[in-house]
């Protein structure tokens, strides 16, 4: 059975995408037998393109090359809940609500980080700790 891990946040455009992204590089540079996505629980029409500025601009001053998405923004479904063995939402304040909201019987099933939005908490301050959290979750897994 495949290794597969969810990364869920609102739009699907800033903190999951850069979890999937960063997932990704350092699972493949590691050998780990898993694969990230990211989702949304709540799409806006305001994205400005498939990731946000945020993220690609992190990882290019941090010399990170991971493999670039031009796919847009995906909602999450059901199915997901049955088909991804981990599911990470990313930020708990806000995300638990949207899932009493769209997936009620869900709400207890996943893990929930606590990295605020970038309209709360500017991104210079969550990334590289969203980048720490990615890199013990790949630490995890290996043993």
């Not at 029409?45 to 847009?72: A, D, L």
């Not at 899932?99 to 869900?106: A, L």
């Amino acid at each position: 059975m495949e290794n597969r891990i969810l990364f869920l946040c609102t739009g699907n455009y800033y903190r999951s995408r850069f979890a999937e992204m960063l997932f990704n590089h350092l699972a493949e540079k590691k050998g780990l037998a898993y694969t990230a996505f990211s989702k949304g629980l709540r799409l806006s029409k305001r994205n400005k393109g498939p990731v946000s500025i945020h993220t690609e601009t992190y990882f290019k001053n941090k010399g990170i090359e991971v493999i670039p998405t031009s796919r847009m923004p995906i909602p999450v479904t059901k199915q997901d809940f049955d088909f991804y063995n981990r599911i990470i939402a990313l930020d708990e304040k806000e995300h638990r609500d949207l899932m009493k909201q769209f997936f009620p019987d869900k709400e207890t099933e996943i893990e929930y980080w606590n990295f605020a939005d970038d309209y709360i908490e500017e991104p210079a301050t969550v990334l590289p700790r969203l980048e720490e959290k990615v890199y013990s979750l790949i630490e995890q897994l290996k043993k």
